[in-house]
């Protein structure tokens, strides 16, 4: 297991997950809008991924300043925080990192010297990182204890692994953690159209791992789910609003009406941090629209006759009544998911 993202003093590295697996090359991002584009451009993906970058964005933009207090350097924080806002709408761990951030910094004096903020901020950067590691782990570990004795065998989409988190993953995490102990049985990855982050990023993730699996297309999920060899679907997700209704990865929510209707367990794996508690429903929840290009072409090769219109939403939301659980680092959530999630809240 590696991370995909490093931070020391000022200097950031991301692994281009666009090149993955064929290419493990290192990206620097030298200031605050690049970071803004390594996420706009999925350099690097996945919901607490995002807001770990976004942490250590703000933490070497205030490194690299040569602002002398806090007074100066505060509207530059501002304006750095809005720009991150603007890279991608859906995933929500982003936006709830940059209210914390604001939140924390709230708490300074003006006079207070660009020392000591460049400290703080490098410390709350790498203790959000560490927390995210952590509670990656927590989650494989609540996702083993759901699994009593049993072998299990997962159908999952997307990725949301080592490389969507600060590492260990949440979806691949619950998979990791059975694997760890002998009971994992087999994994069934959906290529996941049109960015197949199934193929590239989590069939890398499993073979690095020794995790045995195969690979499907995302039209084979009926057929795999109607043989009987799946025990649980487990996905990720981006942003869980306070009914229980989960947006993730498009497609996601016709696995969840599949696994309904074969009867087979459809578990949503994510941090607290997922949770946006101002949304009241999914309809509250912004999906990302992608270019076309990912639909129009395939390794950068036009496919589609030119003019052909496309839809390319990134993201679709699962109502709430096709989850049998939510596997956070603080235990399952289970319906009636107002309740529980309220519970959560508090
Ligand atoms: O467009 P992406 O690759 O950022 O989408 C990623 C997902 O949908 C993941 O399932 C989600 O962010 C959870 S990652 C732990």
Request: contains cysteine; negative net charge; hydrophobic residues 40%.
């Amino acid at each position: 297991m590696f991370s995909a993202i490093k931070y020391k003093s000022g200097c950031l590295e991301l692994i281009d997950q666009r090149l993955l697996p064929l290419e493990k090359k290192w990206v620097t991002c030298s200031d605050l809008e690049s970071v803004a584009i390594a996420i706009e451009d999925m350099v690097v993906r996945g919901a607490p991924a995002i807001a770990c970058v976004a942490a250590y964005g703000l933490a070497m933009d205030a490194f690299l300043s040569n602002t002398t207090n806090w007074e100066d350097y505060r509207s530059d924080f501002i304006k750095n925080c809005e720009r991150l806002k603007k890279t991608r709408p859906t995933a929500v761990n982003l936006f709830n990192l940059i209210s914390d951030a604001k939140n924390f910094l709230d708490s300074f004096e003006d006079k207070i010297p660009m020392s000591k903020v460049k400290t703080d901020l490098e410390k709350w950067a790498d203790g959000f990182f560490d927390n995210d590691l952590e509670t990656c782990r927590a989650i494989g570990e609540v996702g083993l204890s759901i699994a009593g004795e049993k072998k299990i065998s997962i159908l999952t989409h997307c990725n949301a692994g080592s490389l969507a988190t600060a590492g260990y993953g949440t979806a691949l995490g619950v998979i990791r953690s059975l694997h760890a102990v002998g009971q994992l049985n087999y994994v069934f990855v959906d290529e996941t159209r049109p960015y197949m982050q199934g193929t590239r990023l989590t069939a890398f993730e499993l073979i690095e791992e020794g995790i045995p699996f195969s690979l499907q297309v995302d039209s084979a999920a009926a057929s795999t789910l109607a043989s009987g060899h799946v025990d649980w679907v487990v996905v990720g997700a981006d942003r869980i609003a306070s009914n229980g209704d989960t947006a993730n990865k498009i497609g996601t929510y016709a696995l969840a009406i599949l696994a309904k209707y074969h009867g087979v367990a459809f578990y949503v794996a994510a941090p607290v941090s997922t949770f946006d508690f101002n949304a009241r429903t999914g309809e509250d929840i912004p999906i990302e629209q992608r270019p076309a290009e990912e639909l129009t072409s395939f390794g950068g090769h036009p496919i589609a006759a030119p003019g052909t219109e496309v839809i390319n939403p990134s993201f679709d939301v699962t109502p709430a009544e096709l989850i049998t659980g939510i596997i956070t680092e603080e235990g399952v959530i289970r319906a009636p998911y107002p309740d529980h999630i309220a519970t959560l809240m508090e």
